[in-house]
């Protein structure tokens, strides 16, 4: 299959990325390399977005923190970058939004390509700016995640069904997976994502990395090396700044996280 | 400090094949050092990466010119761990036992100015020293700070395939396990839930010298296996993240692995196998 008839697609994670580890990065190159061996995708870009401050999760540090490092691990990748669109908005935003928002985006970028390519005289269109005019096939755009992402679907008040809905039928999940774990078994345990099952993607994950960002917050607490398992620019910025200590641990501790305040209030008006 | 708070300087000696140098590798460096701090009894002063010979004829070993580029360039980074060339640059393969011996030996020649300059042999010259773990003797040297004692100690960093492997037959001497357990230690990294315990639990000899083999659990899965990143080479799969960026970076310049790479001593006999099945002939 020639790449130009490839649909162009775009990979977005959110997450808290507290702090942006190792393993992050890798979730993006799985996916990248499963999505074209299936012949039928390009992956022109990715985008980490990390949660704003708003989301009330314990530990979590302040956005322009976990923007900078994510910066800064991702200054050698020619293709993943950092959105901060999600971490500046004046409250949480449900990732439905996020994904629609990036979704336009694209399309807003695309568009203005277009008219900078009609304004072009031919000459100075190289091969390929015409390719690429021509290569009006809109751009899908996927959220990538992990296994454990898929379950929290479960968990009572955290999504609205109907963004679940949204979410795999209008642009799709790239879920990564552990050897061991079995996310096809939950796809199949829930109707609406059997449903759209066509539109979740599974990628295993055979070169086990579960670097978790807790285990990074604690081993920094307790003065333990994270050298390898987060990049050394990333490990540097922590150092100066002096970002996780047991008192940034505590942060909204016993605070109930953003979406199950709101979920919860709109579903019994009468609680206080 | 001072008293008995004194602390025994370790080096760190990390034998493989290193094919190729992986996080993981590394990682086991860091683990280790942490752990020995965390014990406040010692002070690692070193780590060494020392790759095999390809003499080892392990199936799939590339040349040690790549393996040992690949390791410095890993390590240059680092403030404390290097790469050592001197075993893959022996023409036949070494045993670890040497190996160990060696950089022992190098750390009380005087040869390079270092804080070890003055460190005097424990035993009367002409004796085979022996290193013993658990001396408490604080020995007067010129030079060392007040808060060293004794010599330093090499210790074999390792995995726990590496510490299981003991178990395959004509693998290794039993001679040479204990004496790498006996006069100098092993430190051994492995996953909560591991059965390395078991296993030295079913040695008499690893149990007789337990106290010299110290289990570092990595809460931190990370199982970057380097025939993993060669599988993920040869389909064409990233590997980055998973390795230091300059390595994956050579990698790709060298296209240095392949399926061809990867038939390399395909059917030949591995070195220690082979030598000991000829040794018991003999």
Known sequence: VRMKSRIPLILLACGSFNPITNMHMRLFELARDHLHQTGQYQVIEGIMSPVNDDYGKKGLVSARHRIAMAKLALETSDWIRVDPWESEQESWTETIKVLRHHYNESLRLLQSKKEFMKNKRPIERSTEDSLSYQHSVLPELKLLCGADFLQTFKTPNLWKEEHIKEIVEKFGLVCISRAGSDPAQYINESDLLTKFQHNIFLVKEWIQNEISATQIRYALCRGLSVKYLVPDSVISYIAHHNIYTEESERRNEGDLLQPLKLHSTTVNPLND | ?282
Not at chain 2, 176 to 189: A, Q, S, Y
Not at chain 2, 242 to 271: F, H, T
Request: charged share 25%.
């Open chain 2, 1 to 282: 400090k001072e008293g008995p708070d004194q602390k025994t300087e370790v080096v760190l000696l990390a034998c493989g094949s290193f094919n190729p140098i992986t996080n993981m590798h590394l990682r086991l460096f860091e683990l280790a050092r942490d752990y020995f701090h965390e014990t406040g009894k010692y002070k690692v002063i070193k780590g060494i990466i020392s790759p095999v010979g390809d003499a080892y004829k392990k199936k799939g070993l590339i040349s040690a010119n790549h393996r040992v580029t690949m390791a410095k360039l890993a390590t240059k980074n680092s403030d404390w761990v290097e790469v050592d060339d001197w075993e893959s640059s022996q023409s036949e393969w070494l045993e670890t036992l040497k190996v160990l011996r060696y950089h022992h030996q190098k750390l009380l020649s005087p040869d390079p100015p270092n804080s070890l300059q003055n460190a005097i042999p424990l035993t009367k010259p002409g004796r085979k020293r022996k290193q013993e773990p658990n001396r408490h003797d604080p020995v007067k040297k010129k030079n060392q700070g007040p808060d060293i004692k004794g010599v330093p100690q090499v210790k074999l960093l390792c995995g726990s395939d590496m510490l299981e492997s003991f178990g395959i037959p004509n693998l290794w001497k039993l001679e040479d396990i204990t004496e790498i357990v006996e006069n100098h230690g092993l430190v051994c990294i492995s996953r909560a839930g591991n059965s390395v315990q078991k296993f030295i639990y079913e040695s008499d000899i690893l149990w007789k010298h337990k106290n010299n083999i110290h289990l570092v659990e990595e809460w931190i899965t990370n199982d970057i296996s380097s025939t993993k990143i060669r599988r993920a080479l040869r389909r064409g799969q990233s590997i980055r993240y998973l390795v230091p960026d300059v390595v994956q970076a050579y990698i790709e310049k060298n296209n240095l692995y392949s399926p061809e790479s990867e038939d390399r001593n395909a059917g030949v006999v591995l070195a220690p196998l082979q030598k000991h099945a000829s040794d018991s002939k003999n």
